[in-house]
């Protein structure tokens, strides 16, 4: 198909960014956010540019502009702001702050102002919850607003000046470490953990030693060289490591799978897609603990046998691409990357970073692995599993962040020593982001079988004029606890968390905590199934009638009876929570909801009754039967 | 009980290694209701119809792998409750006036509803603002039925060799998009031989000027009810024996 020449204006940059990505169709993603970067839009010619040089249906690659949140086939400015609308930034006033900032700017929400200069809205929680409110100017995080900095922000975009010449204070972004245990307060110096695992010997007639005698004989390679890979590996499992994504899959169980599946091309990919409002502790060690998270990976890639590794970041941690790369960079000068890993013949193994655009569901692993690949981030069918079947149909290993941390921790102390801390279910400690109604937000570690009561004391919650009412535990998709269940502990046997822990003192209204949730959950569906596609859509207006004062018993019941559809047919996680919120905070807070009730029964969307006045006047009745069921 | 069968509804099913369940059951005359899979493509899962309890979970058997022993409960009240819902979902979604509708008769999703007894949308409807393309002169895009079933993306891709749609936007404003800079059909290769012209289940992609042809009363599902036809349409045995057609091959 001929195409008609493209904007001479974008054709510059445009080529050099193609020039990078030529004829690589799993690259589209990548292309596309470059070129949002670089023209605050993919414009209609650039995405036929874009499908002709990667070799990718000009249609696909309009789908997967359309697919993520900061893509799109129209500029939104030459300055787009986007406020972060977790309900965090909700209680500290952002709706009031954006509402200002759209006057000051002459410009409606959500729509492009008249010459073309700015845009402003809302986007999903940006991992800031400790210092919001929080946005985002052209991608770049931005905490702490209050009105003043809001002034200087307004005055930059009206003077027109570049991000570039921006103060770089308005960018300062604070790591907030407030309790620290094994994994925080760790000496680790770039290399411990790898250096203890190739120097693993297999103990004379142990099980280790069989396998890797039986693999050696499997795989063709020596015996020896595959003790200390192997034995890693035990030490991982001997440290009942579970996965701290939230689900909490036993990792020494899923790299072992990945190791044992068939094929010679293996992945290792950390999951730094850190998209639960609310949490924001992955953001913290990416900043602070970085090497931590790449000698994890590595320590994963020896014991697997994996030679590429793929960190997939977050688009709204954008600020953290730059510092990352460089730590890439040394540790590949100081051979912790690259070929032959400290001097192992054979150890190759390198890492490359990917950045996310705008997508909750690429948290999800198997949707994660297909953007990876340059796709829409829809979750696959499963089975097959990533450990058999993940990027490019080959064994990978996905884990999160913090359990990449805790495995090199591992590598570096022995299993014994993990499985010793915590719980007899829940080895090792745990990083909570504590966020909302507390007097110290921030980052706290500490040993699974923690009490909900001893965070909420270490945080200074309820010590102020209100007590605490509720907690979030894990973000919308975890549950919500009321003060009667404080004395709960986390750990996967009792409250399980992937680290969101936000706080709401009694002056919060728990119904509309939910209402921000069911609205994320709507906004951050895929699409791809039924349930979940219109389910969640459904909710999020239930939600709003009743915020409206609309609201009835029966939506009450239409909202349980979405519950359990979602329950059954959803094709992942995401559908499947997407009423906890609701059902949780209706569960301990039902009066906050039935206040809101116009009737308790029913409530038809017009006044069923008022239209039979007429013919009463007519009739001259005014009895019950000229009446249709009403409460008294 | 063999090594290769498995039970639906107390009937014993026979499988091939790599048959889904749908695949499997359909071959050996059992009728699951589905709505997004069709017997000549890999499935893909998304409309949930087709969803089937098997153990004591949910599961969707038009991707769930076949196994020797499983226990697939279909015609119950549960979940024909839940397939009835998921109807009435697609129902409230798009812009669905049957009376009007020239595909009414013809239509899957419409005779999905009749035989699972859906009476009303049962939810408020979204009313949806989706303009029609009627670029190309020989064919009609009206968007306002689509289901999202990825039919015509499948077909146009993998027996067309064209990909003339691909799916864009993301939940609610999940939308059929066409292979042109323009945006409309007409600007694509797409031709009325095409098996994406066969495959929409619902009146979204439409042959002009022969819309009320074949008269009402006289159309495909006007005789009997879907659930009597779909095993006369299954093959048998099914494309995709032997390999396992749920498992994504790397195109």
């Known amino acids: ?389 993940g990027y490019l149909q080959k064994p990978t290993t996905v884990n999160n962040v913090e359990t990449f941390c805790a495995a090199a921790l591992i590598a570096k102390h022995g299993g014994d020593w993990y499985r010793a801390i915590g719980t007899a279910k829940s080895a090792g400690t745990k990083l909570l982001s504590v966020a909302g109604d507390c007097a110290r937000p921030g980052i706290y570690e500490y040993p699974f079988g923690t009490p909900v009561r001893q965070v909420l004391e270490d945080c200074g919650a309820g010590a102020g004029k209100h007590s605490t009412l509720a907690v979030q535990i894990s973000g919308p998709s975890g549950v919500c606890i009321d003060a009667s269940e404080f004395e709960r502990r986390i750990a996967f046997e009792d409250l399980p968390t992937a680290g969101a822990f936000t706080v709401f003192d009694t002056s ?95 409530e038809p969307a017009f006044d069923l009754d008022g239209a039979l006045a007429t013919a009463r006047r007519m009739t001259g009745r005014d009895d019950a039967g000229a009446h249709l069921e009403m409460e008294p | 009980m063999t090594d290769n069968t498995f039970l639906l509804d107390g009937e014993e099913i026979p499988f091939q290694p790599g048959q889904t369940v749908i695949q499997a059951a359909l071959a050996a005359g059992g009728y699951i209701p589905h709505l997004c899979y069709h017997p000549e493509f890999k499935p893909h899962g998304s409309c949930k119809v087709c969803t089937v309890k098997v153990n004591g979970r949910t599961a969707a058997s038009c991707t769930l792998p076949a196994q020797a022993g499983l226990e697939v409960e279909s015609d119950t009240d549960e979940i024909n409750d839940l397939r009835r819902t998921l109807v009435q979902m697609l129902f409230a979604e798009g812009n669905h006036f049957c009376p009007s509708c020239e595909k009414s008769g013809n239509c899957t999703l419409q005779a999905l509803g009749y035989d699972l007894g859906v009476m009303t949308a049962g939810f408020r409807h979204f009313f949806p603002d989706r303009p029609v393309d009627a670029s190309h002169p020989d064919i009609l895009l009206d968007f306002n039925r689509c289901i999202l079933c990825e039919l015509c993306v499948r077909a146009s891709c993998e027996v067309d060799d064209k990909c003339v749609f691909a799916l864009s936007g993301r939940g609610l404003g999940k939308h059929l998009v066409v292979n042109a800079e323009s945006g409309l059909l007409a600007d694509t290769d797409i031709a009325l031989t095409d098996k994406a012209m066969e495959v929409c289940p619902v009146g979204v992609i439409l042959k002009k000027r022969v819309g009320f042809a074949q008269p009402i009363g006289q159309r495909r599902y006007d005789p009997e009810p879907i659930s009597a036809q779909a095993l006369r349409d299954a093959p048998r045995p099914p494309a995709g024996a032997g390999h396992c057609a749920a498992c994504e091959v790397e195109e």
């Open chain 1, 1 to 389: 198909m001929t195409r008609p020449q493209g904007d001479p204006a974008l054709e510059p940059g445009l080529t050099l960014i193609l020039e990078r990505h030529l004829g690589k169709p799993h690259h589209v993603l990548q292309a596309l956010r470059e070129i949002q970067e670089a023209f605050q839009c993919v414009s209609p010619q650039a995405v036929g540019r874009v499908a002709d040089a990667l070799g990718v249906p000009l249609a696909r690659v309009r789908g997967v502009v359309g697919f993520y949140a900061f893509l799109g086939e129209q500029t939104r400015g030459r300055y787009r702001v986007l406020f972060s609308d977790n309900i965090t930034d909700r209680m500290l006033g952002n709706m009031e702050l954006l509402a200002t900032l759209c006057e000051k700017l002459w410009v409606e929400q959500g729509r492009l102002s008249e010459d073309g200069l700015v845009s402003v809205d809302t986007t999903s929680c940006t991992g800031l919850c400790d210092q919001g409110p929080a946005i985002l100017v052209n991608g770049r995080a931005i905490p702490r607003v209050t009105p003043e900095r809001l002034e200087r922000i307004a005055e930059l975009i009206l003077a027109q000046t570049p991000m570039d010449a921006w103060p770089a204070e308005l960018f300062a972004i604070e790591d907030n470490v407030r309790r620290r245990d094994i994994l925080l307060n760790d000496d680790f110096q770039p290399g411990d953990a790898l250096r203890v695992a190739v120097a693993r010997v297999c103990v004379p007639g142990s099980e280790v030693e069989a396998a890797a005698n039986e693999r050696s004989w499997r795989e063709g390679i020596p015996g020896a060289a595959l003790c200390a890979p192997l034995s890693t590996l035990e030490e991982i499992k001997r440290s009942n490591l579970r996965g701290r994504g939230g689900a909490g899959f036993t990792t020494g169980m899923k790299w072992e799978a990945c190791r044992n599946a068939p094929g010679k091309e293996r992945y290792v990919v950390c999951n730094a897609d850190e998209g639960e409002p609310g949490t924001f502790k992955d953001r913290v060690l990416l900043r602070a603990h970085a090497d931590l998270v790449f000698e994890g990976m590595t320590v994963c890639a020896y014991a697997i046998g994996a030679h590429q590794g793929f960190l997939y970041l977050r688009g709204e941690y954008r600020f953290l691409l730059e510092p990352l790369n460089e730590i890439l960079a040394r540790r590949r000068a100081a051979n912790l990357l690259g070929k032959d890993i400290l001097g192992q013949a054979g150890f190759d193994f390198d890492i490359d970073i990917h950045l996310g655009a705008g997508a909750y569901v690429c948290g999800e692993e198997s949707a994660l692995i297909e953007s990876l690949e340059g796709k829409r981030g829809v979750p696959r069918n499963r089975p097959p599993y990533p450990v058999t079947h």
């Open chain 1, 508 to 602: 919060r209204d728990m119904f509309e905590v939910a209402r921000n949730y069911a609205h994320f959950f709507a906004h951050e569906s895929c699409g791809f199934c039924t349930p979940c596609r219109v389910g969640t859509a459904m909710l999020r207006d239930t939600m709003d009638k009743i915020a409206d004062g609309h609201g009835t018993a029966h939506d009450l019941a239409e909202i349980q009876e979405l519950d359990k559809v979602l329950h059954m047919s959803a094709h992942c996680g995401l559908g499947h929570t997407a009423c906890n919120p609701t059902l949780d905070t209706l569960k301990r807070f039902r009066p906050m909801y039935e206040r809101r009730l116009k009737s308790l029964d029913f």
